[in-house]
C-alpha cells in the first residue's frame, strides 16, 4: 500500500487506551525505536498526549543488565517518565511480567511508575481487565528454574545471531507455539477473571508474543493479546477507543505510521 505524504505526517486518532507489552528492551531484537515512534506518534505537545493511558503490559525489559540498552531504550524510559509528569495529560500503567519482576523496586524509583500485577478499568460503559499471562504458562507454573533455561539459551543464539537476527526471531516465535501456550494464557485469563465474579467486556495479556483476538463460545468476554515488539512480523498493540471500541493493530515499521485496523488473528477455541 503505497502512502502519500499528508497521511504519512497524519497523526493517530485521539484514545483513551494505549496498550503494547513485550518490547524487551535491552535484547538484540527488540524494536525499541518502533515502539518509540509510535507513542511519540499520539504526543500533541510537551504535556499533552492524544491517549489517557498507557499500559505497559510487562516484559518491557528483557532483564536488569542495563549495559544492553541502547540509545532508543533509554529515550523510552525517559519518555515513560516523561508521560508520568503531574503535568502531563496521560498517565503510565505498568503491569508486572515474568523478565519484569527484578526491576519493581527500581522502576518505582528510576521512572517513578507504581506496577501492578493485574488492572480494571472502564471506559464508556464497557470494562476491562488484563495481567501480562505468565500466572497461566504452565511451564512457568511448573518448572519455573527449568524454564530459565531456554532463555539463557536464547541469549546465546542472540550473541551469535547476525545483524538483523533472523534465527533468534525465528526461534523465538516457534517456541511460543511449541509450547502451545497461548491457547493456556487465553483462557487462563477469561477463567480468572469469571472466579474472580468480574464483569467485564474484554481481557487482554502479553507474554505470549503471538497477537490474537479470541471470542469464546462460552463467554461473553473477548480475549485480546498485544503481540510483541521483537518478531520478524510488523509489531503489534492494543488502541481503546474513548467510546470503548477495542482494536488490534500493527505499526508499520517501513512506512514508520500507524496502519488501522490491523490484519487480525481471529480464532474461537473449542
Not at 168 to 189: D, H, P, Q
Request: some cysteine; aromatic content about 10%; glycine content about 6%.
Amino acid at each position: 500500500m503505497n502512502y502519500s505524504e499528508e497521511e504519512h505526517e497524519r497523526p493517530p486518532e485521539s484514545i483513551h487506551t494505549l496498550i503494547v507489552s513485550d518490547v524487551h528492551l535491552g535484547s538484540r531484537v527488540s524494536l525499541a525505536k518502533e515502539c518509540l515512534q509510535l507513542i511519540e506518534s499520539y504526543r500533541i505537545d510537551k504535556r499533552r498526549w492524544r491517549f489517557q493511558q498507557l499500559i505497559l503490559l510487562g516484559d518491557i525489559f528483557d532483564d536488569m543488565n542495563f549495559n544492553r540498552l541502547d540509545k532508543y531504550a533509554w529515550k523510552l524510559v525517559s519518555l515513560f517518565r516523561e508521560i508520568t509528569d503531574e503535568e502531563s495529560s496521560a498517565k503510565v500503567v505498568w503491569i508486572l511480567g515474568n523478565h519484569d519482576e527484578l526491576l519493581v523496586p527500581l522502576m518505582a524509583h528510576l521512572v517513578g511508575i507504581r506496577v501492578h500485577e493485574e488492572i480494571e478499568w472502564s471506559v464508556g460503559n464497557k470494562r476491562f481487565f488484563a495481567m501480562h499471562g505468565q500466572q497461566f504458562d504452565k511451564w512457568i507454573i511448573n518448572y519455573p528454574n527449568i524454564s530459565k533455561v531456554p532463555s539463557w539459551m536464547y541469549d546465546a543464539i542472540q550473541a551469535l545471531d547476525g545483524s538483523k537476527q533472523r534465527i533468534s526471531r525465528f526461534v523465538k516465535e516457534k517456541s511460543k507455539t511449541w509450547l502451545r501456550i497461548n491457547g493456556e494464557v487465553a483462557r487462563g485469563i477469561v477463567n480468572y477473571a469469571q472466579r474472580k465474579g468480574l464483569d467485564i467486556d474484554a481481557a487482554f495479556c502479553g507474554h505470549t508474543h503471538i497477537a490474537e483476538e479470541i471470542q469464546f463460545p462460552d463467554s461473553r468476554v473477548k480475549y485480546f493479546n498485544t503481540g510483541c515488539w521483537t518478531g520478524r512480523h510488523a509489531p503489534t498493540y492494543v488502541t481503546i477507543s474513548r467510546s470503548g471500541v477495542v482494536s488490534l493493530n500493527e505499526f508499520d515499521v517501513k512506512q514508520l505510521t500507524v496502519v488501522e485496523p490491523a490484519q487480525r488473528r481471529e480464532a474461537i477455541l473449542r
